[in-house]
């Protein structure tokens, strides 16, 4: 959490007027004493980012964002400042001119990223850099929605889905042993619009679109491993 200090205040300010007992609010102090109890030791960051990215979890993202941005300077004081960091970064490490965002885990609906500056973003990295590691393995099918393995090709891939809106990213191992780096994005904006409040745990309709963009998905990259890969 970005301010733990003041957190752990109220948190235990809380469970103490729980009790009866009445605190101050507490003070900040320079000096820090204590005896360790106990200690709890994190998982790497490759394997936390790895978790992150299979399963989608955006509270790791923005943590993760906001230590990076930290490391950088000051701590930011909020995801948005946070963000425009990770904009100016992205552009002058991965040449993402048209970037732009507000946050790290990509919920909020002001942030923009292109295709192509995905694709700069993998082309860059590379297939031996840090990323295609942490990506999912996913498994091709066909236009009935079927498993339909194409020997030799494998994808290493990143999946984001909204309500109208899916996205697929990442690398493609063809058989010929030649490596893809792609990025397919796709949304109806005007649907996504116009979802009632009340319906956005499930718009109508939904499901029926995010079958048909995946499909589309899958179709491009048996067509991409066809065309380049034999």
């Known amino acids: 959490m970005r301010r733990p200090f003041d957190y752990a205040d109220e948190?235990?300010?809380?469970?103490?007027?729980?009790?009866?007992?009445?605190?101050p609010k507490a003070k900040r102090s320079g000096q820090v004493s204590g005896t360790l109890v106990a200690a709890v030791q994190s998982s790497q960051l490759r394997?936390?980012?790895?978790?992150?990215?299979?399963?989608?979890?955006?509270?790791?993202?923005?943590?993760?964002?906001?230590?990076?941005?930290?490391?950088?300077?000051?701590?930011p004081e909020s995801l948005a400042e946070s963000g425009t960091r990770m904009t100016d970064w992205a552009r002058e490490?991965?040449?993402?001119?048209?970037?732009?965002?507000?946050?790290?885990?990509?919920?909020?609906?002001?942030?923009?990223?292109?295709?192509?500056?995905?694709?700069?973003?993998?082309?860059?990295d590379g297939w031996?850099?840090?990323?295609?590691?942490?990506?999912?393995?996913?498994?091709?099918?066909?236009?009935?929605?079927?498993?339909?393995?194409i020997p030799g090709a494998r994808v290493d891939a990143k999946t984001g889905t909204l309500n109208f809106a899916s996205a697929l990213a990442g690398f493609i191992t063809c058989p010929n042993g030649r490596t893809l780096a792609f990025a397919i994005f796709t949304a109806d904006l005007a649907k996504r619009d116009a979802i009632p409040i009340n319906q956005r745990e499930r718009p109508p309709g939904g499901r029926t679109w995010l079958r048909k963009s995946r499909r589309m998905q899958q179709a491009l990259l048996r067509r991409w491993i066809g065309v380049y890969g034999s």
Do not use: C
């Open 11 to 23: 948190a235990f300010r809380l469970i103490a007027a729980d009790k009866g007992v009445k605190l």
């Open 47 to 75: 394997d936390m980012l790895r978790s992150m990215l299979r399963f989608s979890t955006n509270i790791t993202a923005e943590a993760v964002g906001l230590a990076a941005s930290s490391r950088s300077g000051a701590a």
């Open 93 to 124: 490490a991965f040449g993402m001119q048209t970037a732009h965002f507000v946050d790290h885990s990509g919920l909020g609906d002001a942030s923009r990223a292109s295709a192509r500056d995905m694709v700069s973003v993998l082309a860059t």
């Open 128 to 149: 031996h850099g840090g990323l295609r590691p942490l990506l999912k393995d996913v498994k091709l099918t066909d236009e009935r929605g079927k498993l339909a393995e």
